[in-house]
C-alpha cells in the first residue's frame, strides 16, 4: 500500500529562525535550539498526526557568507 500524500502544506520549520514553537497549542521547545527542532519536528508528528512532507537543508547567502539551515514541511 502506497503511504499517505498530504493534501495540503500547512507548516515550514527552520532551524535557521527562533524561537521554535508550535503553531497549533504553542509548545514550547528548548529556547529555539537545534534540540528544540527536532523536538517539534517529533511533536507534529506524534501530538497533531501531520505528515512530514519535506526534511532538506536551505542555504542563505549575506553578508556574513553561506548560512546553512535544516528545513521541514509538515501537512495534512
Known sequence: MPAPVAKEVIYRFSTGVRPVQC????????????HG??????????EHQLYCLHVGQETHFGAEGAIHSTVAIFGK
Open 23 to 34: 503553531p497549533i497549542c504553542q509548545f514550547n521547545t528548548y529556547g529555539g535550539t537545534e
Open 37 to 46: 527542532f527536532g523536538d517539534l519536528c517529533n511533536h507534529m508528528l506524534e
